[in-house]
Antibody
């Protein structure tokens, strides 16, 4: 059974940094692209970033480009999202999701709150 | 960026009745469209991909149709567990994936 478990969400001040993690199990991690999708409180879903199975290609939404960095450690079956220069509008639940085009497997999410 | 617009924002339906949800793309996405269901406090659940293919374990009362810019999710007879938020998502413009704003299906 596919299992994705996010962690690292917390309260952070504007301009601060945070790294989220997503521990994966139940499948061959290196065989799948991975993504981060976020959902602001009471709002819809927003794709944030994706990374290929071998880390050769990463992509970002314009709203986070230059501030966020996606990475993965295939030896640890773990996906990361390094978030720098955080803004209040980055406040959201951040989900990791498996696959490249549409997402059959999701984690339960981790809440990031950007506020002073 | 391809903008996905869902309508209506809220749909009030009686249990046992059918429901039709719409999703429109600002430019063609071919059949590269997925539908998700989300309940409060939970992650989204994939229902449909390829505009009309049900994901593993999804009941037959959920069906998707459409291509190009106009898509529909139909729930044939709503069960209590179907009252939720529904989102469409295009992946034709990969890697720039976009979601619709959602339709809330509530009990009438």
């Amino acid at each position: 059974e596919v299992h994705l478990l996010e962690s690292g969400g917390t309260l952070v001040q504007p301009g601060g940094s945070l790294r989220l993690s997503c521990a994966a199990s139940g499948f061959t991690f290196t065989s799948y692209a991975m993504n981060w999708v976020r959902q602001a409180p009471g709002k819809g879903l927003e794709w944030v970033s994706s990374i290929s199975g071998n880390s050769g290609r990463s992509n970002y939404a314009d709203s986070v480009k230059g501030r966020f960095t996606i990475s993965r450690d295939n030896s640890k079956n773990t996906l990361y999202l390094q978030m720098n220069n955080l803004r209040p509008e980055d406040t959201a639940v951040y989900f990791c999701a498996r696959d490249g085009y549409y997402f059959a497997s999701w984690g339960q999410g981790t809440l990031v709150t950007v506020s002073s | 960026e391809i903008v996905m617009t869902q309508s209506p924002a809220t749909l009030s339906v009686s249990p046992g009745d059918g429901a039709t949800l719409s999703c429109r793309a600002s430019q063609t996405v071919s059949s590269n469209l997925a539908w998700y269901q989300q309940k409060p406090g939970q992650a989204p659940r994939l229902l449909i991909y390829g505009a009309s293919t049900r994901a593993t374990g999804i009941p037959a009362r959920f069906s998707g149709s459409g291509s190009g810019t106009e898509f529909t999710l139909t729930i044939s007879s709503l069960q209590s567990e179907d009252f939720a938020l529904y989102y469409c998502q295009q992946y034709n413009n990969w890697p720039l994936l976009t979601f619709g704003g959602g339709t809330k299906v509530e009990i009438k």
